[in-house]
């Protein structure tokens, strides 16, 4: 608004802004301060805020005793291997209905978001069964053609919607300039949607890493991604609350960062553009 | 060499015919304009040229070639876009390097095409700038220079002012004319604006609904339309169309007489009719006539000044030699 | 730009997308429909046949269902409620000019990004735990008896859980929506005489409609199929307390090895998601189209 705001006005609004986002956060943040207290202190009455002695003892703790590197990188990898995967697989299939749209195009759009409201469960003892006749059960491959086909639609759709915004006459415009279909996707499309494939890769690598009905499920031990890991804490390990948080803010600490630096993108790819 | 020759050629999107069987042939170094009203499948006929769309049936020759089934990289042409459409993520210099690129020409060469391309277009200074960067006018000269480093078989233009401001436009219009002499290349030009058809072109197609209503020179146009459609859009302002009692008196349904042609008095004449609003622009003066049982709303121009005001009686004659006669079925009568 | 050449290629490249997906939709939808007339139990493999309706039968009747019904209703609707509710003020609220804003938009967006078996097992342990729990030490602080959230309200704790991971989501989808409200139409509302309030009501809510309608509809997908946060919190108790549809049919097949009667719940499931999924489509249909 182009009016001067009464400062009174603006210091009230501040005030109810940062304690209520303070209180959303807080959870997060005393996650974050338990991770490093002793076991004794995590759990003392009453709780200590700041004047503990700090320790980075879980973080080894954690390290030693359950192979968490192996699980880091299994979320690492299943996250990664399903998003590139599904590009792949998804940008040649938004070029051709954002360029060459046909009468169908919009169903087919429509069609692949309601297979996001398949129920997991509906299709579970299949994959499930499917998984261990192939003996990929617990196996990181068995969920990266998972992960990739359950969001494949928001890719698709993501991508849709930032090709959607070049204009055809770009594209146009290089293919009488003498490019071939290669060469128009390669040169000419590719770099104009780079921030758009970046925010897409970024959402949906967050969407994968905390994916956690079908890496619950289709895993016990040897691939199982950082949200398998932590579901072993709700045995009474869990009662360690400083290990647990040590673990958990391991496990939250790099997409709660790519989050953060992507949350503008996020609003449009989490509504399938329908939100900018 | 630019000769480009449209048989019997038709388009439809689904069922609806939005060029019906159409026949033209383009010269080797004409400027050729497509101009008419929005809708009325210029543009569509300019992608058909260049292959961006099908043609429904009939065939496409350039140079003598049957080039209907080839692809737009092929035919040999090259088209400035309404948006211009600059690849942002490219220097002026790589934008205009494209197509050579695309050729597979060598470094070198490329060089030597961007830099001689840009010193005519007066672009040497912005080679290294993204067009983001430029203003609307450079940003049109990155197109053309664009299109003249492939030397193509001729030029398509597709209404390449319409996003200029007004007083841009009228330089871009003399730059491309200009262009066009050094060249000496075809080119084809789609507009919706008439004076730009007027201006520019050796040759103007006037389309209405997928239909070549006219083609000539402007002055062939201007003096001799061959129908009402014609005579109303050609001129600026437009024709007064006549009907009535006053068209059977010249043994026409309808007739046409341009603003210019009418003489106007304060005293006395053939018609009379009332003042409404007059524009003075100094070096001409429109009167707005009503209330002359004739047409709604006549228009007259007046050279120089005159002193009516809103509301005044006026009397118009128009000069005889310069009535234009139509039948019932909207043709010229001679 | 559709010449009969960049149709084929389009359909070239299509293809790949739609055939994965059909596949990933239609055989395992076939295998359950299949296994859910079948008698098939991973503990006595050999025993198998066809048995009709029985398994939908079993799963229908079994008091458990109806149980997992409503509290997925519950669930649902809840969590819809107080996220949209809450979403707006707090979006209303961050729209207001502020010192800061870009960090507070930081601390609101930070739970969508935790992992719901994390959040469930902070929440459970850190929070809710009567014995060491946050709330806990605050209910003795003031000299309350502490409460034991997840064995005295177990799917109200995980309502309140699962709101709290979804608040943001909705949030930030309607703090852009009002971003986008164009200023000029608030301060001709203003001219015109509306109240702060009118101008919320008749301005501010309808210019939300759409964003609200894409956030019921996101939030529905994903809360449909809540899993994790009830497997690491109350594994669906105590008894059916806070079993879903979701949860029940997992339990059904892989906790009691009933492939048969699991499948027959996943169709259960399918159908019902899809009753919701018309109702959520048209609904759609009608504000995106706009």
């Not at chain 3, 039968?57 to 149980?67: G, H, I, Q, V």
């Not at chain 3, 469930?120 to 003031?142: D, E, H, I, T």
């Amino acid at each position: 608004m182009a009016r001067a705001v009464t400062q009174k006005r603006k210091l009230i609004a501040t005030l109810a802004a940062w304690t209520i986002g303070m209180a959303i956060f807080f959870p997060i943040f005393w996650t974050i301060l338990t991770s490093f207290k002793t076991e004794a202190e995590a759990i003392s009455d009453p709780p200590s805020l700041f004047w503990f002695d700090w320790t980075l003892e879980n973080y080894g703790v954690v390290n030693e005793r359950s192979n968490y590197p192996l699980h880091f990188m299994n979320s690492v990898i299943i996250s990664v291997g399903s998003t590139v995967l599904g590009l792949i697989i998804a940008v040649p299939a938004a070029w051709s209905m954002a360029f060459v749209p046909g009468k169908r195009t919009k169903d087919v759009l429509m069609w692949m978001l309601s297979t996001k409201m398949l129920p997991p469960v509906g299709v579970l003892i299949p994959i499930y069964l499917i998984s261990r006749n192939l003996g990929v059960l617990d196996s990181r491959v068995a969920l990266v053609v998972v992960l990739t086909l359950i969001n494949l639609p928001i890719i698709v759709w993501m991508l849709y919607t930032y090709f959607k915004e070049i204009p055809g006459e770009i594209l146009e415009a290089a293919r009488m300039d003498g490019a071939t279909l290669k060469s128009e996707i390669l040169y000419v499309l590719t770099p104009m949607a780079v921030p758009g494939i970046a925010s897409t890769v970024l959402l949906n690598i967050i969407l994968a890493w905390n994916e956690a009905f079908w890496t619950l499920n289709l895993t016990a031990a040897k691939a199982a991604p950082l949200t398998a890991f932590i579901a072993s804490y709700s045995s009474p390990e869990g009662l360690f609350y400083a290990k647990l948080s040590a673990a958990s803010t391991m496990a939250i600490a790099p997409i709660l960062i790519m989050g953060w630096f992507s949350q503008k993108q996020l609003v449009r790819g989490l509504t399938f553009g329908a939100v900018k | 060499m630019g000769n480009i020759t449209l048989n019997q050629i038709t388009k439809k999107f689904g069922e609806v015919e939005v060029i019906p069987p159409l026949d033209l042939q383009i010269n080797d170094g004409e400027f050729v304009v497509f101009v008419g009203p929005s809708g009325c499948g210029k543009s569509t006929l300019m992608r058909l040229i260049a292959g961006l769309e099908d043609v429904t049936s009939g065939n496409i020759q350039i140079d003598g070639r049957d080039a209907t089934e080839t692809p737009p990289a092929k035919r040999g042409l090259a088209m400035v876009f309404q948006s211009y459409a600059l690849y942002p993520h490219m220097s002026v210099r790589k934008n205009i390097a494209f197509p050579l690129r695309m050729a597979g020409m060598s470094k070198e060469e490329q060089d030597a095409k961007v830099e001689a391309a840009a010193s005519v277009l007066n672009l040497s200074a912005y080679l290294d700038r993204r067009p983001g960067q430029l203003s609307g006018g450079q940003r049109q000269r990155v197109a053309i220079g664009r299109a003249i480093v492939r030397e193509p078989a001729a030029f398509l233009f597709d209404e390449p002012l319409s996003n200029l401001d007004a007083a841009l436009r009228v330089g871009m219009r003399m730059e491309i004319s200009e262009l066009h002499k050094k060249l000496a290349t075809t080119m084809i030009y789609v507009t919706h604006d008439q004076v730009e058809a007027m201006t520019m072109a050796d040759k103007i197609v006037v389309l209405q609904a997928g239909v070549i209503e006219q083609v000539g020179g402007p002055l062939e146009l201007y003096h001799r339309p061959r129908n009402t459609f014609v005579a109303g859009f050609i001129g600026s302002p437009k024709m007064n169309l006549i009907e009535g009692p006053e068209a059977a008196q010249h043994n026409a349904t309808t007739i046409g007489i341009r603003p210019e042609h009418i003489g106007v008095s304060t005293e006395s004449g053939t018609w009379k009719g009332r003042v409404g609003v007059s524009e003075h622009l100094g070096s001409d003066t429109f009167l707005h006539i009503h209330d002359t049982g004739l047409c709604d709303l006549m228009t007259v121009r007046v050279s120089g000044e005159m002193n009516v005001h809103h509301g005044d009686t006026i009397y118009m004659t128009p000069e005889a030699d310069k009535l234009h006669r139509f039948g019932p079925d909207g043709l010229r009568l001679d | 730009m559709s010449t009969q050449h960049s149709r084929t290629a389009a359909r070239f490249m299509i293809a790949p997308a739609t055939v994965l997906l059909l596949g990933w939709m239609l055989i395992p939808l076939c295998m359950t429909l299949y296994y859910s007339f079948r008698r098939y139990r991973l503990l006595t493999p050999d025993r198998t046949g066809w048995v009709g309706f029985r398994n939908y039968e079993n799963f229908l009747t079994n008091p458990a269902f109806m149980d997992a019904l409503v509290n997925t209703l519950v669930l649902v609707l809840g969590v819809l409620i107080i996220t949209v509710v809450l979403g707006v003020l707090l979006a209303v609220l961050l729209d207001q000019p502020m010192f800061g804003q870009g960090i507070v938009r930081i601390l609101v967006i930070a739970p969508f990004f935790v992992m719901p078996t994390v959040s469930a097992l902070v929440w459970k342990n850190m929070f809710m735990n009567p014995v060491n729990g946050l709330f806990a030490y605050a209910a003795k602080a003031v000299g309350l008896q502490p409460y034991d959230f997840l064995s005295q309200a177990p799917l109200a704790s995980i309502i309140g859980i699962v709101s709290w991971q979804w608040l943001p989501f909705a949030t930030l989808i309607l703090l852009t929506a009002i971003q986008s409200l164009d200023s000029e139409q608030m301060e001709a509302a203003e001219m015109d005489g509306a109240s702060p309030l009118s101008r919320f009501w008749f301005i501010t809510l309808p210019h939300l409609s759409r964003a609200i309608t894409v956030v019921i509809l996101i939030q529905t997908i994903f809360l449909l199929s809540i899993f994790a946060e009830i497997l690491v919190t109350t594994n669906g108790g105590p008894g059916t307390a806070s079993t879903n549809l979701t949860y029940l049919v997992y339990a059904e097949s892989l906790l009691n090895y009933d492939v048969g009667e699991g499948s027959a719940g996943g169709v259960v499931a399918i159908i019902l998601a899809n009753i919701v999924a018309i109702f959520l489509m048209r609904m759609i249909g009608k504000n995106l189209d706009a």
